[in-house]
């Protein structure tokens, strides 16, 4: 099976620098996509970043990292506009930013906002409100 089947997709991955998002974002670069991974943790970006060109080989993937609080109509909308002047287009994103130890159990969603929640839960919506580019 051809690993390459999202060569020229140019996709966005938030969250990447740890866990499930920067799952994803090596596998999409290692299936050939053009990746921008985002995340707040510049640190665990360039961990990404290694790691995500590696899987890449020859596939013609490619992986580029931008931080960014995809909490804020601001960051979101970089994130974007790097992206695309990046590569040109935009064709798909993985949302995947968030966090899930600090927040209340689910008997206790009666009171939202605890722990860390609310620094994400704008996250979605910023990004995938974004008009797309192309
Ligand atoms: N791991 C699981 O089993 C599981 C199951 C169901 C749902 N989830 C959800 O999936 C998401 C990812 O889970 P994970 O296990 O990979 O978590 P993780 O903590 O390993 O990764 C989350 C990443 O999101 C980043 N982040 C947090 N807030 C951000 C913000 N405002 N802007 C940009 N980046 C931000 C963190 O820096 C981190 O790198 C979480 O929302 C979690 O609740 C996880």
Same mark, same amino acid.
Not at 98 to 112: E, F, H
């Given at each position: 099976?051809?690993?390459?089947?999202?060569?020229?997709?140019?996709?966005?991955?938030?969250?990447?620098?740890?866990?499930?998002?920067? %799952?994803?974002?090596?596998?999409? %670069?290692? #299936?050939?996509?053009?990746? $921008?991974?985002?995340?707040?943790? =510049?640190?665990?970006? &360039?961990?990404? $970043?290694?790691? %995500?060109? #590696? =899987?890449?080989?020859?596939?013609?993937? #490619?992986?580029?990292?931008?931080?960014?609080?995809?909490?804020? #109509?601001?960051? %979101?909308?970089?994130?974007?506009?790097?992206?695309?002047? =990046?590569?040109?287009? $935009?064709?798909?994103? &993985?949302?995947?930013?968030?966090?899930?130890?600090?927040? =209340?159990?689910?008997?206790?969603?009666?009171?939202?906002?605890?722990?860390?929640?609310?620094?994400?839960?704008?996250?979605?919506?910023?990004? &995938?409100?974004?008009?797309?580019?192309?």
């Amino acid at each position: 099976m051809s690993l390459e089947r999202l060569s020229d997709r140019v996709l966005i991955v938030t969250g990447a620098a740890s866990g499930i998002g920067q %799952a994803t974002a090596i596998r999409l %670069a290692q #299936e050939g996509g053009k990746v $921008l991974a985002s995340d707040i943790d =510049a640190e665990g970006l &360039a961990d990404t $970043l290694k790691l %995500a060109n #590696e =899987a890449a080989g020859d596939t013609g993937g #490619e992986c580029i990292t931008h931080v960014a609080d995809v909490s804020t #109509e601001a960051d %979101a909308a970089n994130t974007v506009e790097t992206a695309v002047e =990046a590569w040109g287009r $935009l064709d798909g994103i &993985a949302n995947i930013a968030g966090c899930c130890a600090r927040v =209340a159990p689910t008997s206790s969603t009666s009171t939202p906002g605890t722990g860390s929640w609310p620094s994400t839960s704008g996250a979605p919506s910023s990004c &995938a409100g974004r008009p797309s580019p192309t």
